[in-house]
């Protein structure tokens, strides 16, 4: 191999960003995707061991696990940041309504949202009996979700 330490640079950078991937996979997609990812991550071994004898095939066995992964998870990542944003407008909204009536809204129906593409992402509702008012939202799948409860603040259930 005539470029060894351009391909070590190569691999490297690839293998921080699908770790980065997978880690941000915990709070966009849950645990068992992160776990997913990580095995997924594990195959550069394979395709390390290639590279002495088949640098071609290992570097397209590196750059389709990495374009499976990466992107795919940075753009959720852009998702989260702009759903963190908006769940935190609403709390703001809920604690403002409030204030000015003296009671938390029952819906969101007269909450406009700033980024209308994530409001199917949330739910909100005030019928519980441990929370005065409840809103959550998930990122790439419902069964992961980011939620507030007042008066017990944010949580988060992975799966």
Not at 28 to 53: D, K, P
Not at 87 to 99: G, K, N, P
Request: hydrophobic share 50%; with cysteine; net charge negative.
């Amino acid at each position: 191999m005539k470029c060894r330490p351009l391909f070590i640079l190569f691999l490297c950078i690839v293998m921080l960003l699908e770790l980065l991937s997978a880690l941000l996979a915990f709070q966009t997609l849950g645990e068992v995707f992160r776990m997913l990812y990580f095995a997924a991550i594990t195959l550069n071994a394979i395709f390390i061991a290639l590279a002495f004898r088949y640098p071609s095939t290992a570097l397209i066995g590196i750059l389709t696990l990495a374009l499976l992964i990466i992107p795919y998870q940075f753009w959720l990542a852009g998702r989260l940041w702009r759903l963190q944003n908006e769940a935190a407008a609403i709390v703001t909204y809920a604690y403002e309504e409030r204030l000015r009536s003296g009671e938390f809204p029952a819906s969101l129906d007269n909450y406009h949202f700033e980024n209308e593409s994530v409001a199917r992402h949330f739910h909100y509702q005030t019928d519980l009996s441990d929370c005065e008012f409840f809103v959550s939202y998930y990122v790439g799948t419902p069964t992961t979700s980011h939620s507030y409860c007042a008066p017990k603040g944010w949580s988060y259930y992975p799966d």
